[in-house]
């Protein structure tokens, strides 16, 4: 009950539009009066110190008043007379209080991205302008501090879920835990957010290089040192000294993200694992389902064919397939670093490589090489006849190969067919000791 009062009233003290901190008491108690109307609040607990004999409230404003009252007695609520009014405000411990308990109520998410980010603008600030932003550095360093808390207190809650889990035996409490408090409020709005693509920690190495740089470079240090001393009204040596401690507590936090989210990955892993196993066995661990599942099978078989519904939402994902919530996702391995080492290549394998390249390019047959063949064995000449060619090399001998069948080169002789005009004879010849073929005559076109 007073918690959910008090609710309604941090959303009167807390609101934006308000100028004065004082709200007129009539306000705050037409306020608790809606809550108690609104929930439905009929319940009087006697509390230690109240006269057991007392009579209950009888009406909403009644409740109101009694409600009211233990506030302002326990000290949550404190009343200023102005003249003839009085209002009602919160004292500063209080508001502190009552703002992180609404904050803890709400389940507010937090979000990675922003956080990360949120480091890395306040870091370049202080790098960049460090005589007239330099007090940023110490926002960055407040801000990785709660984003570290945020890691640690979601590796807790895991935790907490796994205990619970494995103390409870009924499968059904097991898979609706999961659900209700690891999907929804652990995996969709915290641990998602670390396996997406557009993952807040790859601004990590950026952070990190900045800060190491930070540290080399004496005049930001100093300037930095000296923003401090005047924005926080302390000594030279004292502001140098947070200036350090900022930028370490920084470093530190962002150089143990891996090993802790490989805890979190850890927990999450044995999580899902326990789930898995147990709708793995819960029909096992059910009494009679196997005979149940039976007879509504046999009755289901006995139905005329157009009776049975079609089953169309099974297509994409089987309910028992690796897909299927029966198979945990698998542990990521982290691949370990490992130093990459050029290797030398023995001089034997590069002069073989050489040599291959060499033969492969001399038996590499274009219609260039073939064109200079023909006019170095023409020498001017307007025709030549197969006899008189000279074979002396293995090139030569594969340009006269070619030759032979200049008008079967397609496209790219084309020129050279222009160029030269082949003739053949009835009979065979021998030319140059190394091949036997058929007679030509090589004419230049004029």
Not at 18 to 27: N, S
Not at 357 to 375: F, P
């Amino acid at each position: 009950m007073y918690q959910s009062v008090l609710l309604e009233l941090a959303d009167l003290f807390f609101d934006e539009d308000l100028i004065d901190p004082f709200i007129p008491r009539d306000l705050v108690r037409s306020t608790i009066e809606n809550a108690v109307v609104r929930l439905g609040v009929r319940r009087w607990e006697h509390e230690v110190g109240e006269d057991a004999a007392a009579e209950l409230p009888r009406s909403t404003a009644e409740y109101t008043n009694r409600i009211y009252r233990r506030l302002v007695q326990t000290g949550w609520l404190e009343e200023e007379q102005k003249v003839y009014r009085t209002y009602v405000l919160l004292s500063p411990a209080v508001s502190h209080l009552l703002r992180s308990l609404v904050s803890i109520a709400k389940l507010e998410k937090r979000s990675y991205g922003g956080a990360v980010l949120n480091v890395l603008s306040s870091l370049e600030s202080a790098v960049n302008d460090p005589e007239g932003r330099g007090i940023t550095l110490a926002e960055a360093a407040q801000t990785a501090a709660d984003f570290s808390a945020h890691l640690t207190d979601m590796m807790l809650s895991l935790r907490e879920l796994k205990i619970n889990l494995s103390a409870s035996n009924n499968p059904q409490e097991i898979v609706r835990g999961f659900f209700e408090r690891f999907v929804e409020q652990v995996l969709v709005s915290d641990y998602k957010t670390l396996k997406t693509r557009n993952n807040p920690f790859r601004f990590r190495r950026q952070i990190l290089s900045m800060l190491r740089d930070l540290q080399f470079d004496p005049l930001k240090l100093k300037q930095l040192a000296d923003h401090y001393r005047q924005q926080l009204d302390v000594s030279y040596d004292v502001a140098e000294a947070q200036v350090h401690q900022h930028i370490n507590r920084i470093i530190r936090i962002f150089e143990s993200v891996d090993q802790r989210l490989a805890a979190i990955d850890d927990f999450r892993y044995q999580l899902e694992k326990r789930v898995a196993d147990t709708v793995r066995y819960m029909d096992k661990t059910t009494p009679g389902m196997a005979a149940r599942l039976s007879r509504v099978i046999a009755a289901a078989a006995k139905l005329p064919e157009h009776v049975i519904p079609r089953v169309d939402t099974l297509e994409e994902v089987g309910f028992i397939s690796p897909a299927s919530v029966r198979a945990p996702v698998r542990r990521r391995i982290e691949a370990k670093p490992r130093v990459i080492t050029q290797q030398e290549i023995d001089p034997k394998v590069l002069e073989l490589r050489r040599l291959f390249k060499e033969w492969k390019e001399r038996r590499e047959v274009n219609v260039d090489r073939i064109e200079t063949y023909l006019e170095s064995q023409l020498a001017g000449r307007d025709q030549l006849k197969a006899t008189d060619f000279r074979i002396t090399t293995v090139e030569e001998y594969i340009c006269f190969s070619y030759v032979r069948h200049m008008n079967s080169l397609g496209k790219k002789a084309q020129q050279m067919r222009k160029r030269f005009r082949i003739q053949f004879e009835d009979h065979y010849v021998n030319v140059s000791n190394m091949v036997e073929c058929r007679g030509f005559t090589i004419h230049r076109n004029t």
